[in-house]
Nanobody
C-alpha cells in the first residue's frame, strides 16, 4: 500500500487542523493506520492509531481529548482531526500502515511497514 499524507500547515495555538492519509489499493481497509510525529532533534513519536475495522482507536496521552483519528474505507483515507493545537504539537506528521499490527505494538514504529512522506504542522504561540 502507498500512503500520501496531507493537510499540514501553519496554525495558531488553539486552532484546528485536519490531516489526511490517502492510501492506494483495494485492500486499504485491511490495514491498521497510525499517525506518528517527529519534531526536530527528537525521535519519532506515536500519536494515534486506528484498527482496520475502525472500531478501535488509540492515542498517546498528550493528545487525548484534542485529537481524533477516523477512517473512511470507501475513500481509502484516514483522518487526524487536531483541535486545541499547542506549540508542542509542532512536528512533521507521518502516517503508517500495516496489516498485522498486534495490540501491544500499536505505538511502535517497527510495527508498520508502510509509511507516507510526512506533512509539516507548525503551531505558533
Amino acid at each position: 500500500v502507498q500512503l500520501q499524507a496531507s493537510g499540514g500547515g501553519l496554525a495558531q495555538a488553539g486552532a484546528s487542523l485536519r490531516l489526511s492519509c490517502a492510501g492506494s489499493g483495494r485492500t486499504f481497509s485491511r490495514y491498521s493506520i497510525a499517525w506518528f510525529r517527529q519534531a526536530p532533534g527528537k525521535e519519532r513519536q506515536f500519536v494515534a492509531a486506528i484498527r482496520a475495522s475502525g472500531g478501535y482507536t488509540y492515542y498517546t496521552d498528550s493528545v487525548k481529548g484534542r485529537f481524533t483519528i477516523s477512517r473512511d474505507n470507501a475513500k481509502n483515507t484516514v483522518y487526524l482531526q487536531m483541535n486545541s493545537l499547542k506549540p508542542e504539537d509542532t512536528a512533521v506528521y507521518y502516517c503508517a500502515a500495516d496489516s498485522s499490527v498486534i495490540l501491544s505494538q500499536v505505538s511502535r514504529t517497527h510495527a508498520y511497514n508502510y509509511w507516507g512522506q510526512g506533512t509539516q504542522v507548525t503551531v505558533s504561540s
